[in-house]
C-alpha cells in the first residue's frame, strides 16, 4: 500500500515556502506533487528583520503563530489540489525557516511551530531536524547531503549535487565516501546586494552582473575569510556572509560602482564553489544544480567552465531543480516516522547513530 509524506521548506533566499509530496511504496518513491507558495514583501521584511535582531527563542511571539497560520494554509492547499485527505499523509517533514543557526555553540532556531502544525492538521509533524543534529555532534547541515547519498544508491549513480540557495552546498562522492558541506554564499549576498543598490529582488540570469567587472582588489580580500580554509564538515549562513561583512570588506579597499560589487559577488559565488569541487581529484565528472540559481546562467557556466563537469540535466522519480530540497525533507520525514535512524555521518559530522528529527 502506498504512503505519502510532505515535505515543506523555505531557504535562507525566502523565495517561495516549498511543499513537495512523496509516494512512497517499500523503498520506492516518487515525486507525486509540489507547489510554491510566494511570500510577499511584508513578510519577507519581517522575516529578516527577525534574523537581524538575533532572538533568544520565539515560541511566544505573534509573528511565529502568523507565519504558522500562513503554513497550514499551504498544506491545506496542496493537499486539495492533489485531492488528499490527512488520513493520506502518513508525515510531513517542517524544515522550518532558519533563524539563527549556530552549531559553535549547539543551537539552530526556527521560524514556525511544529506543536500548532501537528494539532490543527491532525497529522504527525516532523522538525528539529537541524537540532537533532547538532545534539549528535554534527553541523546540522546540510542535510540534504543524506538524501543525496541515498539518491546515488537507488540510481545506482555517481552524481555531484550543488544546491545554490542563498548559500552553496555541495554532495561530492569522493571514493567510498560522500562529502557534503556549505561551501560560502551563493544567493543571499547578491540578491541582498540587488535589493540595497538596484531596488530589484534578484539579478534574472546574472545579466546585470554581466554587465559589470570583476573587482580583484575585493574579490582577494574576501577570498581571505577563515571560512574558506576551514575544512569539512562545516555548514555557514547569514549569521557570517551577510552585508556587513561586505561592506567592511569594501571599506579596505578604493571605490568601486555597484555593478562591479554585484559581478564580484557572484564570481566569488562561482570560485569558491568551483575551488572545493577542483579538490576532489577522483570525484565524477557529472553534477546536478538545484535551488534558484540554478536558474542563473552565469553562475551555473562559470561553474561548468572552471570545473569541466558535465551538467545533468534531469534526474529520475520526479525530481527537479525546484523540488529536490522539499522532497528531502519529505524523505526524512519518512526515515523518522519509520524509526530510521542514521548512522555516524561524515556528511554533517554527527558522531553516533541517531534519529534525525522528532515527532510533534
Not at 232 to 253: A, Q, R, Y
Amino acid at each position: 500500500m502506498s504512503k505519502y509524506y510532505l515535505g515543506v521548506m523555505c531557504g535562507t533566499s525566502l523565495d517561495s515556502v516549498d511543499i513537495s509530496i512523496i509516494n512512497t511504496v517499500g523503498k520506492k518513491f516518487k515525486v507525486f506533487g509540489f507547489k510554491e507558495y510566494q511570500l510577499s514583501q511584508k513578510l519577507k521584511d519581517k522575516i529578516n528583520h527577525l534574523k537581524s535582531s538575533k532572538p533568544a527563542n520565539i515560541e511566544v511571539n505573534n509573528f511565529n503563530t502568523e507565519i504558522t497560520t500562513l503554513i497550514i494554509s499551504q498544506i491545506k492547499k496542496i493537499l486539495k489540489k492533489y485531492k488528499l485527505d490527512k488520513s493520506d499523509i502518513s508525515a510531513i517533514g517542517y524544515a522550518g525557516i532558519t533563524l539563527d543557526h549556530r552549531p559553535d555553540l549547539k543551537k539552530s532556531l526556527y521560524l514556525g511551530d511544529p506543536k500548532m502544525l501537528a494539532s490543527i492538521l491532525s497529522m504527525p509533524v516532523i522538525s528539529d531536524f537541524r537540532q537533532t543534529d547538532i545534539d549528535a555532534g554534527g553541523q546540522g547541515a546540510p542535510l540534504t547531503g543524506l538524501f543525496h547519498k541515498h539518491l546515488n544508491t537507488v540510481m545506482n549513480k555517481s552524481l555531484i549535487y550543488l544546491n545554490l540557495g542563498g548559500f552553496a552546498n555541495v554532495s561530492i562522492p569522493n571514493k567510498s565516501k560522500l562529502i557534503s558541506y556549505d561551501t560560502g554564499p551563493a544567493n543571499y549576498l547578491i540578491d541582498t546586494w540587488c535589493r540595497e543598490k538596484f531596488d530589484i529582488e534578484f539579478d534574472l540570469n546574472g545579466r546585470l552582473a554581466s554587465m559589470g567587472e570583476i573587482d580583484s582588489e575585493v574579490l582577494k580580500l574576501m577570498l581571505k575569510d577563515k571560512y574558506f580554509i576551514k575544512k569539512p564538515p562545516k555548514s555557514t549562513g547569514f549569521e557570517l556572509f551577510n552585508m556587513s561583512w561586505v561592506k567592511e570588506h569594501l571599506k579596505k579597499t578604493s571605490f568601486s560602482r555597484d555593478i562591479n560589487i554585484l559581478a564580484t559577488l557572484t564570481y566569488l559565488t562561482v570560485i569558491t564553489v568551483s575551488n572545493d569541487i577542483n579538490k576532489y581529484r577522483s570525484k565524477p565528472n557529472s553534477i546536478f544544480f538545484y535551488g534558484g540559481g540554478a536558474f542563473n546562467k552565469l553562475i551555473v557556466q562559470g561553474i561548468i567552465d572552471l570545473t569541466k563537469l558535465k551538467k545533468v540535466k534531469s534526474l529520475r522519480y520526479g525530481i527537479d531543480e525546484k523540488n529536490l530540497e522539499a522532497t528531502a525533507f519529505a524523505w526524512l520525514a519518512s526515515m523518522r516516522i519509520n524509526r530510521i535512524k542514521f548512522p555516524k555521518s561524515e556528511i554533517t559530522g554527527a558522531n553516533k547513530s541517531y534519529y534525525l528529527g522528532n515527532i510533534y
